[in-house]
C-alpha cells in the first residue's frame, strides 16, 4: 500500500502562485509515475501534470503548460507542484496520484491507483 498526503492549497489572488506538495509513504517502491489532477464542481477530473521517480520524463497539459511545473524529491519521497500566473479557472480540487509505471495512457486517471485526499485551490479575480 502507499499512503499520499497533498497539501499546500489556499486561497489566491489571479496572477499568484501556490506550491502543493505530495508526501508519498509506504510501499513507495511500487509507485513509478507521479501525477496531478484537478477537479472542479460538477466536473470531471482532469489531468494536469505528470513526472516518473526516475529519469525525471515529465508531461503536462496543455491549459498549464509554462505556468506549472512538477518535480520530485526522491529522497523524501515528495512531488510538488509550482503553479504560477493562477487563473479563475484553475479553482480546483488538486490531487496527487501514484501510478505503478509510466504510460502514454498517464493523462487517464484510471491509470492511477493511489490517491491522495486532495488540496483545494481557490483563485479569486
Known amino acids: 500500500q502507499v499512503q499520499l498526503a497533498d497539501t499546500g492549497g489556499g486561497l489566491v489572488q489571479a496572477g499568484g502562485s501556490l506550491t502543493l506538495s505530495c508526501a508519498a509513504s509506504?510501499?513507495?517502491?511500487?509507485?513509478?509515475?507521479m501525477g496531478w489532477f484537478l477537479q472542479a464542481p460538477g466536473k470531471e477530473r482532469e489531468f494536469v501534470a505528470v513526472i516518473s521517480w526516475i529519469g525525471g520524463s515529465t508531461y503536462y497539459a496543455d491549459s498549464v503548460k509554462g505556468r506549472f511545473t512538477i518535480s520530485r524529491d526522491n529522497a523524501k519521497n515528495t512531488v510538488r507542484l509550482q503553479m504560477n500566473s493562477l487563473k479563475p479557472e484553475d479553482t480546483a480540487v488538486y490531487y496527487c496520484?501514484?501510478?505503478?509505471?509510466?504510460?502514454?495512457?498517464?493523462?487517464?486517471?484510471?491509470?492511477?491507483?493511489?490517491w491522495g485526499q486532495g488540496t483545494q485551490v481557490t483563485v479569486s479575480s
Open positions: 496520484a501514484a501510478a505503478p509505471y509510466m504510460s502514454s495512457m498517464y493523462y487517464d486517471n484510471t491509470f492511477y491507483n493511489y
Open positions: 509506504g510501499h513507495t517502491s511500487s509507485t513509478y509515475a
